[in-house]
């Protein structure tokens, strides 16, 4: 079991938490496929209180590595790009008609590629272990909750379908944005 702290192991303990998230985002998918959001949501969210730790862990007993990082990214792309593009896709964007279904699609896409972006441009500027101040930029994490913040407006009938393409543009937009985020 040396494996867990051995920073060099693909299946240290940060990474098996990031797997864990992975794992979340997984399953998150197929429930959005069953349109039990509800339950899509819940394992949305343990994924990101796994994404919350598996940082805190690789920091403490230095597990950090290149492995790690990548491994990370792709948790993130899968648990807060395309997690909450999809339920918001089946959820909201499936009601719209003519125009605005691929206007929805076409913004969906554009929305998956500025994460997919991002990720990639934090990837090659990060270094094992280092953590700045500030994110430049919404994390893809934050862009999550907001796009869960506007599935509930929608929800709740407090936006229409067609706000929250709005709403997914100008989200996507700050994925990449210069705006400056503490880090937590």
Same mark, same amino acid.
């Given at each position: 079991? *040396? +494996?867990?702290?051995? !920073?060099? !192991?693909? +299946?240290?303990? *940060? ?22 959001f ?17 940082g ?7 597990? !950090? ?31 719209l ?30 270094? *094992?272990?280092?953590?700045g101040?500030?994110?430049?930029g ?24 067609? !706000?929250?393409?709005? +709403? ?17």
């Open positions: 079991m *040396a +494996f867990i702290l051995d !920073s060099k !192991s693909h +299946f240290n303990l *940060a990474n098996l938490f990031t797997m864990v998230n992975i794992t979340c985002g997984l399953a998150a998918t197929y429930l959005i496929t069953q349109n039990d509800y339950h899509a949501i819940i394992l949305a969210w343990i994924g990101g209180a796994f994404d919350i730790f598996d805190k862990i690789a920091r403490k007993f230095h597990l !950090s590595n290149e492995f790690g990082i990548q491994l990370d990214s792709f948790a993130d792309f899968l648990s807060f790009v395309l997690v909450p593009v999809f339920l918001i896709f089946q959820a909201v964007y499936t009601h008609e003519g125009g605005w279904f691929y206007l929805a699609g076409i913004v969906s896409v554009y929305y998956v590629i500025s994460g997919l972006r991002r990720l990639i441009q934090f990837n090659i500027d990060a270094e *094992a272990g280092e953590v101040k500030f994110f430049v919404v994390p893809t994490p934050l862009g999550a909750i907001l796009l869960w913040l506007v599935y509930l407006a929608y929800t709740y009938s407090l936006v229409p379908a067609e !706000s929250v393409i709005m +709403f997914m543009i100008v989200i996507g937009w700050l994925l990449n944005s210069k705006v400056k985020v503490p880090h937590p």
